[in-house]
Structure formats: structure tokens, C-alpha cells
């Protein structure tokens, strides 16, 4: 559920006291309109009805878009030479939260800690740019008969990877030769998918990684 506040806020300009909303819980999946607002950088921005002049309000809120498996804490950017007292505190506040949650509806995927919504954007914008180049390889595998594995959200996000990951062989988990195979063929069908490219780039320099 997305909630707001209404606070004490001091302009800045004029000096004028009053009474301002803002935003600090927001569920993109129940209020699109909310995560809308965000990406064009108009969340929390509240107007002085005296001067007009408009501030960002920077305040800690909670963001959560369960399609994309994302939950995350975001504290102002003057909290941040705190960030491994915050990191602590959204463990323990997460554990608690969900422990008296009924076990059907507990999130399987680990909160992530951010500074300023302007972090946030950029999250989601490099989200959603890797979902493009994830659709376009879904189908140019499809089309070519070259094997994929679907990530969930969260994995994909831990990896900083697309969730469409082209491969071959046949067991349960690829291997990372399996991946380096897959990325092979997919990047020769279309040598432009800049994001596969930079992944197989990242798995040629690591031999221990694992998917
Ligand atoms: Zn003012």
C-alpha cells in the first residue's frame, strides 16, 4: 500500500511554514501512476503556497514493485556516511516485518538500500533498458532455436544481468560454459546487443563465475 505524510516544511526561499505531503511508502504495482510521477522526477516535490517555489523533499520512503521482485529502503543522501548502520537496521526491521507476516505472503527476495529517489530512477531506467534488450534476445532465440533460462527478478538484479540468459547443454543449471555458448550464438545472430556483450565480457574475466 503506498502511504504519504503531511509535515512541517520551512520554504526555503521566503521563509513561509506550512503543511506539506509527501510520499513515503509506494507500491508500483497498486499506484503506477505513483512510480510514473517518480521516473519523471516529480515525486516529493511540494510547492510554497506563498512564493511558489518548489522543493524536493528529500525523506527516507520504502518502494516496492513485487513483479520485479524489488523492495527497497531509500534514505535521504544526508544519511549516507550511515550506510552500514542502515544496512543493519533494514536487515532486522525486514527480518521482524516478515516474521509475523503468515508465511504465504513473506518476500522470498532481500530488501536493497538506497540513497536519494534520484538512485531509484536510475535503478529502475537500467532496469528497464536491460528488460528491452532481454525481450529482444527472447525472441531472436526463439526464432533461432538457441536455449534460454528465464531469471527470476531479483537474481537477475543480483547478478546485474538481463533475465533472458542464452545457452546450451541440458542440465537443471547452465554452467558458465553453457552461458558463454549461448551468449556466443545469440551475439552472432545479432552482434549489436550491447548488454550480452558486456556480460560475456564479464564471464571470459571470471572463471569462478557461477549463475
Ligand atoms: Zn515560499
Redesign the pocket.
Known amino acids: 500500500m503506498s502511504t504519504f505524510n503531511d509535515i512541517d516544511i520551512e ?1 526555503p ?2 521563509g ?1 511554514e506550512f503543511r506539506g505531503t509527501v510520499w513515503v511508502a509506494v507500491h508500483a504495482g497498486q499506484d503506477p501512476e505513483l512510480k510514473d510521477l517518480l521516473l519523471g522526477g516529480e515525486l516529493n516535490l511540494v510547492s ?1 503556497p ?2 511558489s ?1 518548489v522543493t524536493y523533499q528529500d525523506r527516507f520512503m520504502i518502494y516496492q514493485e513485487p513483479r520485479a521482485e524489488l523492495l527497497a529502503y531509500i534514505y535521504p543522501e544526508s544519511q549516507r556516511d550511515q550506510q552500514d548502520e542502515l544496512q543493519k537496521l533494514m536487515q532486522a526491521g525486514f527480518k521482524e516485518a516478515q516474521a509475523v507476516m503468515p508465511e504465504k505472503e513473506r518476500i522470498v527476495y532481500e530488501p536493497i538500500l538506497l540513497f536519494g529517489l534520484e538512485a531509484l530512477i536510475e535503478l529502475l531506467r537500467e532496469e528497464a533498458a536491460l528488460a528491452e534488450q532481454s525481450q529482444i534476445a527472447q525472441v531472436l532465440c526463439e526464432q533461432n532455436k538457441v536455449k534460454t533460462e528465464l531469471l527470476r527478478p531479483a537474481h537477475a538484479r543480483r547478478l546485474g544481468t538481463m533475465r533472458i540468459i542464452p545457452r546450451t547443454g541440458n542440465g537443471p543449471i547452465p554452467t558458465r560454459t553453457d552461458v558463454l555458448a549461448g551468449i556466443e550464438k545469440l551475439l552472432e545472430i545479432d552482434p549489436v546487443l550491447d548488454f550480452y556483450a558486456k556480460l560475456q565480457t564479464t564471464i571470459q574475466a571470471n572463471p569462478g563465475w557461477t549463475l
Open positions: 520554504c526561499q521566503c513561509q510554497c506563498e512564493c517555489y
